[in-house]
Structures are given as structure tokens and as C-alpha cells.
């Protein structure tokens, strides 16, 4: 039973910063990618930063050079951490891992952590 479980969303000030992690819990399975993903309301799903395997990372360009995505191995953790954060960064952050597991690729998402910038 593999498990995603994020933690660290919050309300913060228009320029102020958080730090967002994300833990794939369970035994069996290797990482191929995890990443963050954000959803406005009544919007589309889109991605925010994703960071493989290998560790090469890709980011939105609305937030490129604000949010860094990094991961501990030994704990199959991924971090965000968001600077200069602005008003329009408010979303539910979803983490995604992309798993293999019993010879098979999945899909786990985490339950979200709401992130709130007022300016």
C-alpha cells in the first residue's frame, strides 16, 4: 500500500515564503518522478515543478527562479520550497508520485495542502 502524504501549505503575505513537502510511504516500489501540482478554483490541474530520478527538474514559467523542487532519496521526500510568493500562487497544491511498483508504473496523488498569499 503505497501512500502520498503532503504537509507544510499555509497563509503567508504577498513576498514572504514556504516550504511544502511531500512523502511516498510503503515498501516495493522505486521512484520514477514526483512533482507538485497546483489547481485554482474551478480550474484545470497544471504543474508546477517536477524533479526525476535522475534529478533533472522542469518548472512552470510562472514560477521559475521563485520555487525550487528538491528531494531526499533516503526519504522518499520532495520539497517546494516557494519564494517571493504572490497573490496569484494561491491553490490547492497537489503532490503527484510517479511510482514502479510490482513491475508496473502508477500514479499516486496526495489529499492537497492549500496555500493562501494575501497581498
Given at each position: 500500500?503505497?501512500?502520498?502524504?503532503e504537509s507544510g501549505g499555509g497563509l503567508v503575505q504577498a513576498g514572504g515564503s514556504l516550504t511544502?513537502?511531500?512523502?511516498?510511504?510503503?515498501?516495493?516500489?522505486?521512484?520514477?518522478?514526483?512533482?507538485?501540482?497546483?489547481?485554482?478554483?474551478?480550474?484545470?490541474?497544471?504543474?508546477?515543478?517536477?524533479?526525476?530520478?535522475?534529478?533533472?527538474?522542469?518548472?512552470?514559467?510562472?514560477?521559475?527562479?521563485?520555487?525550487?523542487?528538491?528531494?531526499?532519496?533516503?526519504?522518499?521526500?520532495?520539497?517546494?520550497?516557494?519564494?517571493?510568493?504572490?497573490?496569484?500562487?494561491?491553490?490547492?497544491?497537489?503532490?503527484?508520485?510517479?511510482?514502479?511498483?510490482?513491475?508496473?508504473?502508477?500514479?499516486?496523488?496526495?489529499?492537497?495542502?492549500?496555500?493562501?498569499?494575501?497581498?
Open positions: 500500500q503505497v501512500q502520498v502524504v511544502l513537502s511531500c512523502a511516498a510511504s510503503g515498501s516495493g516500489f522505486s521512484i520514477n518522478a514526483m512533482g507538485w501540482y497546483r489547481q485554482y478554483l474551478g480550474k484545470q490541474r497544471e504543474r508546477v515543478a517536477i524533479i526525476t530520478s535522475g534529478d533533472t527538474t522542469n518548472y512552470a514559467d510562472s514560477v521559475k527562479g521563485r520555487f525550487t523542487i528538491s528531494r531526499d532519496n533516503a526519504k522518499n521526500t520532495v520539497y517546494l520550497q516557494m519564494n517571493s510568493l504572490k497573490p496569484e500562487d494561491t491553490a490547492l497544491y497537489y503532490c503527484n508520485a510517479n511510482l514502479r511498483y510490482s513491475g508496473a508504473t502508477f500514479s499516486y496523488w496526495g489529499q492537497g495542502t492549500q496555500v493562501t498569499v494575501s497581498s
